[in-house]
């Protein structure tokens, strides 16, 4: 599949995703109002089958990240931007694990930052996509001297196009200083994120992560873990505030998200993390998700979305 051929959604329609192009004047370019998702199709070769993961789950937060953004005027419901990430999918008909990256965004051409009298719209594309950190076996990380970005400010709960910045930052100091990635801490100093994705430890058995008032982007991955850990890895699971010196002295870290998938982290700022390798339940925890992901697991299959099952049926008719 090349640009060529590849279609997005713009505009309201299905169109090449050469020609889905805006001005240099659209207000989202210009003052970063938009927000987006970011959602991770996976293909089964067993089942010759492609799986959106937790496709509702991802537009209901959009939806959250729209309202916060005065974004909610576009006319397109929870079910509409389902279906037509699936009909997008079918036209692009990839049979490889691929990114959808849908948008909401403000159309108005002029120059000022306000967002009434301002339409939004809709677009989407998607991408094949691999591992976020190209299979690597663990991650060396730093704490970013970057704070994350405060609710008050510019909310980290909304994937706000704009907010980015913060994370390019703290990414781009932390690959220059020889580091696979970083946490970031909020402004009274405890622990907040990864640059684009969340963050867990393990202690003595427990998972712990940063509860959702500590400025982070409330994870689908992040919910997703949680969830899988209570009702059927038996793994107890606590969201709290942590402290930066928590990290040295933790048995197991690991990043997750849409891209970053599970990531195990062994080093943080030069401490190796437990025995400097990835650890047993960050490794058990990145294995299961992967086969729910790939649809191998029956007892999470309602958090699949199956791209070509309505395919096979029409065909079968």
Known sequence: MTQDNTLAFFQGDFVPLKDANISIMNHSFMYGTAVFEGIRAYWSEKNNEMYVFRLREHYERMLDSMKIMYLSDIKY???????????????????????????????????????????????????PFGDYFHGQAGLKVQVSSWRRVEDNAIPARAKIVGAYA??????????????????????????????????????????????????????????TIIEMAAQDLGIPCESRQIDRSELYIADELFFCGTGAQIAPIIEIDKRPVGTGTAGPISTMIKDKYIKVCRGEVPKFAHWLTPVYADLKTEIKK
């Open 166 to 223: 913060n994370t390019s930052l703290a990414k781009t100091d932390a690959l220059m200083a020889g580091f696979d990635e970083c946490i970031v801490l909020s402004e009274d100093g405890h622990v907040s994120e990864g640059s684009a994705m969340n963050v867990f430890m393990v202690k003595n058995g427990k998972l712990i992560t940063t509860s959702s008032t500590e400025n982070i982007l409330e994870g689908v991955t992040r919910r």
């Open 77 to 127: 419901s929870l079910d509409d931007l389902c279906r037509i990430t699936v009909e997008l999918l079918q036209k692009n008909a990839p049979k490889t694990d691929t990114y959808i990256r849908p948008a909401a965004y403000k159309t108005v051409h002029r120059v000022g930052p306000s967002l009434d009298n301002n339409p939004s719209d809709i677009c989407m594309f998607t991408v």
